[in-house]
């Protein structure tokens, strides 16, 4: 091993044979070195004596290709590593990422509200100006696809900056644009610039969170993204009314610029195997070596690679895994639901209440009503599955995931029919504003459980199967706002939403197939994950299809990996979505490979908001 000077530190005794292979420190690079006879790598050529200022760092001598390369990974308790960051760090940056993503989904809806005075300002139709809200969504949906490879590279804190500025410049254009052909190109921008900003949440909170403790940041930022998707229209009817359109998109945009101020001067990098990158280039730098990396240089996958897990094998696991499409078209349809709402309630109640607009947007607090209680109840979901696993004796099957989505899914139809059926004009206005609580009380459990089971099911390739079913949501997202108000219309808000409450109860059904299912589903997929037959599950009863064993299929190219078939291994390790997750959406998160707090070995999940 590598001998330096200075006293022992007590965790390094602590550390494997296998794992003990050296360690640099500031100013005392390697005074003295030898290898022992043992080590599973011997350097054939002697590392460089340099001075310099770096950390406590772990050094592993490894072979690869032919190549004698020294691998860089924090020694525990590092400061520099996210994960050993204070709580009220952890949770400035998670507040920090919240509130931007309140503002994108503002910012993207608060447009609803100005279409039907900006359309006629420019003498253009409705559906033209609806145009502008699938732009966004279209945007928001494709370009992750393409450049969640790219954000990975530049890291975390370089792709939020320029993701918010673009995104906030953007109001500038709105607010001041002289004709239709303006707006719909800054609303094209905005929306792949909004994406741009939100798509790393979840792995950066994966950056941050060991697995036990991602559940309520990323619940969270479930409840932030939608309920910001649902909040604009709230006040833009009133301001529509008394200052004008251009003023709503000049008064949003001048609302980002604290939120911008903090983001540029405050948020900082939080990806380890960035810090860990910097030592290495220092170590590169001083000595001439080249052999000096960090680990996540060495297992990042290429850009053709990153680009087909993001867009090829998103779209092909989205067409070919069941549970991937059929997940992918509820979360879709809520989402389809979700815009179709806001381009019609403020219509269905002029029609039915005669309520002017500044008052028809008020039922839209009964959407963040209902979405703040599907975040406040989910915490039993939380509660139960974190039973479950303090008496699972290894990995939990996903299945476990699907109690919310069970029990609080069922919202949504329940709240489509009482919507649909109480806005006859003599009926009192609570009852449909009931029923848009219902709503919004089943799309929160809807998200929270489709992703967490997703990423469960398929653990190194989730990161694909969730920008699968993202991509699918958003497209869905974007053109249901350019028929909805001829639906509603022409169909009748009685007869629409009943056809939308049908299509929800079947959807519905889903998590209990799966929960029955589901091992068998799994079983014949080609990439999702199968254990052993004999395992014990989360109830810790015996089962031929759950929860503990070897991995035996599993997708490896993701650029991810595990270290060795330790199932609990696995189980601290994969994305996590839902009770324990990244949305987002809402949401894309991180698969963490390794250990938490010695390693920063990661692989990209390209969740999108």
């Excluded at 952890?90 to 100005?114: A, E, P, R």
């Excluded at 975390?156 to 410049?169: A, D, E, M, P, S």
């Excluded at 028929?483 to 059904?509: I, K, R, Y």
């Amino acid at each position: 091993m590598v001998k330096i000077d200075g006293e022992a530190d007590e965790d390094w005794n602590k550390i494997s044979p296998q794992k003990k292979l050296g360690r640099v420190c500031g100013g005392k690079y390697l005074k003295d070195y030898e290898m022992d006879e043992s080590s599973p790598a011997a350097l054939e050529r002697p590392l460089t004596k340099v001075e310099g200022d770096v950390p406590l760092t772990y050094t592993e001598c490894i072979e690869r290709d032919g190549k004698e390369w020294v691998v860089l990974t924090f020694a525990p308790g590092d400061k520099e590593n996210p994960f050993n960051w204070s709580s009220k760090r952890k949770w400035f940056y998670t507040w920090i990422l919240n509130l931007m993503c309140l503002m994108i989904g503002l910012g993207n809806t608060v447009y609803n509200s100005t279409i039907s005075h900006m359309c006629a300002e420019f003498n253009r139709t409705v559906e033209i100006g609806q145009l502008g809200l699938f732009v966004f969504n279209q945007t928001s949906g494709v370009l992750p696809l393409f450049l969640a490879p790219f954000c990975e590279l530049a890291g975390r804190q370089v792709v939020y900056t320029i993701g918010f500025v673009g995104f906030c410049l953007c109001f500038i254009g709105l607010a001041l644009g002289r004709n239709m052909a303006t707006i719909l190109v800054m609303r094209t921008l905005q929306g792949g610039l909004g994406s741009i900003g939100t798509i790393l949440v979840g792995g950066t909170f994966d950056d941050m969170f060991i697995p036990d403790d991602r559940a309520v940041p990323m619940a969270l930022f479930s409840h932030i993204a939608i309920f910001g998707t649902m909040a604009a229209p709230i006040y833009a009817g009133f301001a529509d009314q008394a200052i004008g359109w251009r003023w709503i998109e000049g008064i949003q945009g001048l609302s980002n610029i604290p939120l911008l101020t903090v983001v540029v001067l405050c948020f900082k990098e939080t990806r380890g195997g960035v810090f860990l990158q910097n030592r290495a280039k220092i170590l590169r730098k001083d000595t001439g070596d080249e052999r000096w990396v960090a680990q996540e240089e060495l297992e990042a996958p290429g850009i053709k690679e990153a680009l087909y897990n993001s867009s090829v094998k998103a779209i092909a696991m989205l067409l070919s895994e069941p549970v991937v499409f059929f997940f992918g078209m509820w979360i879709a349809f809520t989402w389809f639901i979700t815009f179709l709402f806001l381009s019609v309630i403020t219509i269905t109640f002029s029609d039915s209440k005669h309520w002017p607009e500044g008052t028809a947007g008020l039922p839209y607090i009964s959407l963040c009503i209902g979405v703040s209680l599907g975040f406040i109840l989910n915490f039993l979901q939380i509660r139960k599955y974190n039973k479950i696993r303090a008496r699972a004796t290894g990995a939990i099957i996903p299945e476990h995931r699907l109690y919310g989505a069970m029990a609080g899914g069922m919202f949504l139809p329940i709240g489509l029919f009482i919507y649909s059926f109480t806005q006859y004009f003599w009926l009192h206005w609570i009852g449909p504003n009931i029923g848009l609580a219902c709503i919004a009380l089943g799309i929160f459990f809807i998200f929270e459980s489709c992703y967490s089971y997703t990423s469960d099911c398929y653990g190194p390739s989730a990161s694909s199967a969730i920008a699968g079913q993202s991509y699918l949501r958003n497209e869905l997202g974007a053109v249901a706002p350019l028929f909805a108000n001829q639906m509603f219309v022409n169909m009748h808000c009685q007869f629409a939403g009943l056809l939308c409450a049908c299509v929800a109860t079947g959807l519905g059904l889903l998590p209990f197939i799966l929960f029955k299912f589901g091992p068998i589903i799994r079983a014949k997929s080609k990439r999702a994950i199968v254990y052993e037959d004999h395992m014990v599950s989360g109830d810790g009863s015996d089962s031929s299809d759950s929860s503990v064993g070897n991995v035996e299929k599993s997708d490896r190219n993701d650029g991810s990996s595990l270290d060795g078939d330790d199932p609990s291994e696995f189980s601290e390790s994969r994305p996590a979505t839902g009770g324990d997750h990244e949305n987002a959406d809402i949401v894309d998160t991180q698969t963490v490979a390794g250990q938490a707090t010695t390693n920063s070995r990661k692989s990209s999940d390209h969740t999108s908001a």
